[in-house]
């Protein structure tokens, strides 16, 4: 493996079965759904296809106490009233 150079695990992949025992994999990519599906088609010299699905995933509702993401984009915005149009002294950029 050390021929190849360093490796990257870019995400992980889970083995499942479907009720009609089908073989299936299932993960996330940050913020997409993963799935990799067997074909039923498969090349000239009789090797398995598999397709690679991507599905935008819905945000989870998180039950630790790390704030989601438009939480702490909310909170790092600026409240109305402490925004100010002057700019301050020895300030070198001006807006």
Do not use: H
């Amino acid at each position: 493996m050390s021929e190849y150079g360093p490796s990257l695990t870019a995400l992980k992949l889970y083995k499942r079965t479907s009720q009609k025992g089908t073989t299936y994999f299932t993960g996330r990519m940050g913020l997409l759904k993963v799935a990799l599906l067997k074909s039923s088609e498969t090349t000239d010299d009789g090797c398995e296809i598999w397709n690679l699905v991507l599905q935008q995933a819905e945000e989870k509702t998180r039950q630790d106490s790390k704030p989601s993401r438009q939480t702490r984009a909310t909170a790092n915005e600026p409240l109305p009233e402490a925004r100010s149009s002057r700019s301050a002294p020895n300030d070198p950029l001006p807006f």
